[in-house]
Every structure is written in structure tokens, then in C-alpha cells.
């Protein structure tokens, strides 16, 4: 079944390599579909991948082997919601370890140009808390940070 609503991100030419390493990657993602040219066009061959239909999370996405017209910016990142610091460790080194780089607040870029926040629920908790004093402290601590680091954003919550 097609889903309604689908995101389409363009790469040049590694839609199946992006897609095959976030399948492997995170849970709830697959590689679900490979779409080849049916014939020879003006930018390749018969046999070239054009799309490939993925998983991401549970989200459904295309990639689309555009060319090298657009790349991707912080306008577009996916957010992974983690539960600890071991689970914000193993995808933030997977992707800047598989090429990708750091970037700051809990943001990184992987090796294809699409951005993702590596975002501890504790750090979300925190800086939406009711309570003003808390909100202020933990957010000014994950300015402070690359990686976000679950036991600090803790401390800055227990306050002085």
C-alpha cells in the first residue's frame, strides 16, 4: 500500500546506500523497495537505481537519485527521541562515525548531508518544563554541548 504521505529527499546518486545504512542503523527501518531505469535517459543508464522506497523510524521515505542540483540543509533534519545516553551514544556515533559530522545542541550531519537531532527525552523534559528556573538551566547546558550528554542536562536540572 502507498502511504499518503511520504517524505522525499534527494540525493545524488546514494539513495540506496543512505537508505541501507538507516535501515541497519535504527529500528522500524527498512529498505523496502529498489526502482531501477527501465531504459537509457539523459543523465544515465537502463539498470540506474532512480528510487528507492524506505523506512526510517516507521517513517515512510523516498529517496530519489536526483542528480547534484540540491543538497540537503538544517531546514529539513529527522529528530530521534532517545531514552539514555547509551541509545544517544550508539546512533550519534553511528552516523558521524560512517563519515558524518558533528555539529551542535545535539545536532549531527551524516555522510549524505541529511541532518538529524540525536535528542534525549530527558533534555525535551527539561527545557519544556514548567517550571521556568529549570527550563532556563537545562537549555543554557545543551547550548553548551555537541553531543548532548544525559547526566549533565541532568545535574543542570537539579540546579546550584
Known sequence: MIAK????????????????FYAATFPDS????VHRAPSDYPAGKAGDVLTVDFTVLGIPCIGLNGGPAFKHSEAFSFQVATDDQAETDRY?????????QESACGWCRDKWGLSWQITPR????????????????????????TKIDVAGIEAAVKGP
Open 122 to 145: 530527558a533534555l525535551t523534559e527539561a527545557f519544556t518544563s514548567s517550571d521556568p528556573a529549570v527550563a532556563k538551566r537545562a537549555f543554557e547546558a545543551m547550548m553548551t554541548m
Open 5 to 20: 504521505n511520504t517524505i522525499c529527499l534527494w540525493y545524488d546518486g546514494t539513495a540506496l546506500d543512505a537508505a541501507t
Open 92 to 100: 550519534w556515533d553511528a552516523i558521524v562515525g560512517n563519515g558524518g
Open 30 to 33: 527498512a529498505v523496502n523497495a
